[in-house]
């Protein structure tokens, strides 16, 4: 059973940074490309980032400007996402999720087959 549990979430003020980690387990991690999403309250789930199997690739939102930062370890079945300078446009629920193995960057919800429970971020002005 794939299991993934996101971390780190929390309040911050406007122009601060924060990390989120995402753990997975059930399956071999690195065969996977990985993805952060983001959905705000009466918004559908958008997409944020995403990373390929060894790293070696990654796709962000436009409206991220830099941002953020999508990485991973792969001894650890880690994936992080490194946001600084948050605004509160940036308050959501971030989920992370795990796409099948054709996949290399994916970028739509779809594509993804499981999903964590979500982390809230919530940036204050």
């Known amino acids: 059973q794939v299991q993934l549990v996101e971390s780190g979430g929390g309040l911050v003020q406007a122009g601060g940074s924060l990390r989120l980690s995402c753990t997975a387990s059930g399956r071999t991690f690195s065969r996977y490309a990985m993805g952060w999403f983001r959905q705000a309250p009466g918004k559908e789930r958008e997409f944020v980032a995403t990373?390929?199997?060894?790293?070696?690739?990654?796709r962000y939102a436009d409206f991220l400007k830099g941002r953020f930062t999508i990485s991973r370890d792969n001894a650890k079945n880690t994936v992080y996402l490194q946001m600084n300078n948050l605004n509160p446009e940036d308050t959501a629920v971030y989920y992370c999720?795990?796409?099948?193995?054709?996949?290399?960057?994916?970028?739509?919800?779809?594509?993804?087959?499981?999903w964590g429970q979500g982390t809230q971020v919530t940036v204050s002005s």
């Open positions: 990373i390929s199997r060894n790293g070696g690739s990654t």
């Open positions: 999720a795990t796409a099948p193995p054709f996949y290399s960057t994916p970028v739509y919800p779809g594509e993804y087959d499981y």
